[in-house]
Structures are given as structure tokens and as C-alpha cells.
């Protein structure tokens, strides 16, 4: 309890930055949706359009002058975000105390290691939590001046779903590599190296029907905004994915940290 | 110059790394051009007949894939996601790495002045940089021509995008030093970096697809939009000026900073 206590105390600063961060996205966002809200010319423009054609660019569904197409615009940055966070939080965790030479200290406490891992996981879950409910906070309230109907309410929530599981992608891994590295330094920057080779992918897919295979791999095309805003539900067998990645991260995380020799 | 040879010898393999994961981007992404030509031609005619607002609307006015170079710079923006980072790393990490590390004071003992470690330092960084700039150029020309079909490329474009990689990355370098001077301690970079790039990237990505402009003339990715460059044949020279402005004023800034920084010291 005290480790946990501690961590979320040293991650506080970094979580209210990240905060700030979504806040001011949120708020220059919907500042600029503004303008396009009910504009009459757009609005006409689309009116006018032939209903097949609508259908096939899916301008149904990121039809913006709605603030539920804005939203389906929206939700891959906010995405990205809180992906980045998750894995600077999970990648320093476990690493920062070598690198702070404070190892030592930690492991001389009267816990097994496979605690102090648990503590630790435990605190920045907590931070991933508290950014994640902040920016379902600020989308909502953002939102009440646009007239929100039920779609937009269910399409907030099924993303938010959509964000947590990637969150927890990032944040295993990022604990994975802290524990198994033997290096602390590189556990930073593999996991901005893997992220971005994920962010690259996905976009990949989109240029290129030929690449689809690739979507496997990236965790930004596992939750199809298509789907949340039709369906409101992510695919199952993505989900499933994603829980097998971050059971198979945590545990080699915790079997790797038992056994791992330190560097001091 | 012993400051400046042991810097770049400690950048040697980043630098390396960098070059090459770009190149693979590069790589990849050209490779793909043929299979996305032929999906685009049917959607580029299409698209011309949409109202320009609707165009506006959807984020996809300035769009040209249909060309080998509006194909290049959707690549380029993930090139210049790169190399922001790069630059941001070398930048945090410029100065304020010998006080994580606990070597500043070894180092201020040294019979040289702080200007002058800056400027080492600085020149090292720049250095590095500056290969893999060249790198990637010879990199993207080597792709382009081999992956262009009969197609021309406009040469002028082209060039004035290669020759935006200097200035975008300046702007990290320079401002994620002064950053590393404005905080007290600095734990660990890769965080900062991302955060600062990523950051930026957003804020222009998200804010380009609607509305007026506002937050995003901060972003570089907004001074050397790629799109804008390949359609209007020149630089943003408003914008160019303000990244040029913040990164001259953040470079004599760190000078100042440095000059009277507190250094932290084991002892």
C-alpha cells in the first residue's frame, strides 16, 4: 500500500500534465467544431448529396456538423494520447528505479518483488483511469452546448471501452520492457519505437487494402469508430486480442522481474 | 573540440538507428505507391466534383495522392514525426543529461567556458542531425525516382521539402533544450520528447481538419505542411518565420540559462 501510495504521489505531476494536455485539445477542438455546427451551407450541401453516395464515404457517421461526427474525427487523437501516456507511464514505472539508483532501497523492503510489481501496476492503472475519466469528463461537458442525442452518448461510451483496452496494451508492454530489459535506459525508448511503428502501420492500412494483414498488429486499427458509432460494440475477437497481449505482457513482466539481475 | 568528438561519438548509434528506421518508413511507404495509384484515380475523379466545402468539411481539400509527391508527403508527415523526436531527444538531453547522470560538475570544471560546452554540444547535436538529413534526402530521391513509373516529379516541390527537415528539426532541438533549462531536473527525456512532438502533431493534425486557424501556427508540422507545400509550390512564409522566430529566440534563451544555471551536483 505504502509503494502505491508513493507512486501515484511521483506520477501526480506527469498525470495532471497529460490532463492539461486533453483538456486544451478538447477545448481548441470543439471551439473549432463550432463553426461548423449546423452551418446552414454545409448542411445543404449535404442534403443535396445522393443517399448512396453518402453511404459509401460514410458521411453518415462523420457528418460534421453533428457533434457526433466531430466526435468520430475526434476519437483517434484522443486515442493517441492516452495511448502515448499509458506507455511513457508503464515503460518508467519499473525502470526509474534503476535509473534513480534507488533499487536497492526498493528491494530491501519487506515485499516480495512480485508485490512491488503489483503496487507499482496498481498506481499507474489508477493514472490511466483518472486521464481516461477526465476525458470522458471533458467530452461530455464540451458536448452539452451541441445537443447531444443517445447515439452521441452510446458512441462516447463504446469508445471509451475502445480506449481502455488500448491503454492496457501500452501500459503492459511498457511494464514488460521496464522488467525484462536489461538495460533501464532502452525500456523508454523501445517503447516509443514500438508505438510509433504501430502508429506508422496503421496508417498503412489505410493507404493500402494490400497491407491489411497489418491491422494485427496495431492496437489504433484494433476498434473500428464505424462500429462503436453503428453498433455501439467493438469487435469481440479484437478485445479477446487485446487481453491475451496484456495477460501475456504482465505475466512475463512478473516472471522476468523475479529473476532479474540488477543493475546498480 | 574534445567536447564536440565525445558528443558525437556518443550520438553516432542514435543517429544511425534513426537514419535507418527511417529509411525503412521511407521504404515501405513508397513500395505501396503503385498498388494506391491505381484505387486513387477513380476516387480523385470522383472527389473533384464534390463542393469545395464539403471537401473542407471532410479534411480532404488539400488532398493529392493521385501524384508520386502528394504520395511522398503523407510520408513525409510521419518522417517529420520521426525526426521531431530525434531532434526533441537531442535537445532535452543536450545539457541537462550531465546532471541526471551526475558528470556536470566534472564537466563545468573543465578549462573551458559554459558557452563554449553549449556550443560544442549544440554543433555536435547539429551534426548529427544534419547527417541524417542528408541520409533521408538521398534516401527519398533514390525512392522516388525508383518508384515514380513515367511519372515527373516537379523538382522545385520536392527540393522545398527535402530542405524543410533542417528548420522543423532546429525547432525541437532548440526548444526541448531551453525546456530541459527552464525545469529543475530532468529524470528521463523519452517522455518529454514524445509529449512535445506528439503534442504538436495533434494539435495541428486535428486542428487543419476544420475551422480557422488558431492554436496550431505554434506547430511545426503546421510551418512545413507537406500538402501545402506540394500544392502552392513554396513555403508558408508567415508560418516559416514563426517557427524560425521561437526557435532563434529559445536558442539564446538556453544560452542565458545556461549561463547562470544552478547545477546540481552528487556532492
Known amino acids: ?52 453516395m453518402i453511404k459509401a464515404f460514410d458521411m453518415d457517421s462523420f457528418n460534421l456538423t453533428t457533434v457526433t461526427g466531430f466526435y468520430g474525427i ?51 492503472f489508477v493514472n490511466c483511469m483518472l486521464l481516461l475519466f477526465v476525458s470522458w469528463a471533458t467530452i ?6 451541441y445537443a447531444p442525442d443517445t447515439q452521441f452518448y452510446n458512441f462516447v461510451s463504446t469508445s471509451l471501452w475502445a480506449f481502455f483496452f488500448m491503454q492496457m496494451i501500452f501500459l503492459a508492454l511498457g511494464i514488460f520492457l521496464g522488467a525484462v530489459l536489461k538495460q533501464h535506459k532502452r525500456a523508454g525508448s523501445l517503447a516509443v519505437s514500438i508505438l510509433l511503428a504501430a502508429y506508422f502501420a496503421s496508417i ?56 532479474r539481475d540488477l543493475y546498480i | 573540440m574534445n567536447i564536440f568528438k565525445y558528443e558525437f561519438k556518443t550520438k553516432l548509434k542514435s543517429m544511425i538507428t534513426w537514419s535507418l528506421s527511417i529509411y525503412a518508413v ?30 473542407i468539411a471532410f479534411g480532404m481539400e488539400d488532398m493529392d495522392w493521385s501524384t508520386i509527391l502528394g504520395f511522398y508527403g503523407l510520408a513525409f508527415v510521419f518522417v517529420q514525426i520521426c525526426l521531431g523526436i530525434q531532434a526533441a531527444n537531442y535537445g532535452f538531453g543536450l545539457v541537462s543529461l550531465e546532471e541526471t547522470e551526475w558528470t556536470a560538475d566534472f564537466l563545468l570544471s573543465r578549462p573551458v567556458s559554459r558557452r563554449q560546452i553549449m556550443t560544442s554540444k549544440l554543433l555536435a547535436a547539429v551534426t548529427a542531425l544534419g547527417l541524417t538529413e542528408i541520409f533521408i534526402w538521398i534516401a527519398s530521391l533514390v525512392y522516388l525516382i525508383i518508384f515514380r513509373g513515367d511519372e515527373l516529379i516537379p523538382l ?20 526541448g533544450m531551453l525546456v530541459s ?19 504538436l502533431y495533434t494539435l495541428n493534425a ?24 506540394v500544392k502552392y509550390n513554396s513555403w508558408n512564409m508567415p508560418q516559416v518565420t514563426i517557427g524560425l522566430v521561437i526557435s532563434l529566440l529559445a536558442l539564446a534563451a538556453s544560452y542565458w540559462l545556461y549561463g547562470r544555471r544552478n547545477i546540481a551536483s552528487a556532492v
Not at chain 1, 109 to 124: E, H, N
Open chain 1, 74 to 124: 475526434m476519437i483517434n487523437y484522443v486515442a493517441l494520447m492516452l495511448s502515448i501516456a499509458a506507455a511513457m507511464w508503464g515503460s518508467d514505472v519499473v525502470a526509474k528505479e534503476e535509473r534513480d539508483r534507488t533499487v536497492e532501497f526498493a528491494l530491501t523492503l519487506p515485499v516480495r518483488r512480485s508485490r512491488l510489481i503489483s503496487a507499482k501496476l496498481a498506481a499507474v
Open chain 2, 156 to 175: 522545385e516541390p520536392m527540393l522545398l521539402l527535402l530542405f524543410s527537415l533542417p528548420l522543423f528539426q532546429l525547432f525541437f532541438l532548440t526548444v
Open chain 1, 140 to 145: 461530455i461537458v464540451m458536448a452539452q452546448n
Open chain 2, 26 to 55: 521511407i521504404l515501405i511507404f513508397m513500395s505501396l505507391y503503385q498498388n494506391f495509384a491505381e484505387q486513387t484515380s477513380l476516387m480523385a475523379e470522383m472527389m473533384a466534383s464534390f463542393p469545395r466545402e464539403l471537401l
Open chain 1, 204 to 259: 498503412l492500412t489505410e493507404v493500402s487494402d494490400k497491407v491489411s494483414f497489418l491491422r494485427y498488429f496495431t492496437p489504433f486499427k484494433y476498434f473500428d469508430a464505424q462500429l462503436m458509432l453503428r453498433e455501439a460494440r467493438l469487435e469481440g475477437g479484437f478485445a479477446l486480442l487485446s487481453l491475451l497481449i496484456v495477460a501475456v505482457a504482465l505475466a512475463g513482466a512478473y516472471i522476468a522481474y523475479s529473476k
Open chain 2, 181 to 199: 533549462l527552464l525545469v529543475k531536473r530532468v529524470r528521463s527525456v523519452t517522455p518529454l520528447s514524445m509529449g512535445l512532438v506528439f503534442g
Open chain 1, 1 to 52: 500500500m505504502n509503494i502505491f501510495l508513493r507512486e501515484l504521489r511521483a506520477n501526480f505531476k506527469s498525470l495532471l500534465i497529460w490532463c492539461g494536455i486533453v483538456i486544451l485539445f478538447s477545448v481548441v477542438g470543439y471551439s473549432k467544431f463550432s463553426a461548423y455546427y449546423n452551418n446552414p451551407e454545409l448542411l445543404a450541401v449535404v442534403d443535396a448529396m445522393p443517399e448512396a
Open chain 2, 206 to 229: 486535428f486542428g487543419d481538419m476544420i475551422g480557422e486557424d488558431s492554436f496550431e501556427i505554434l506547430s511545426p508540422f503546421q510551418h512545413f505542411e507537406p500538402s501545402y507545400i
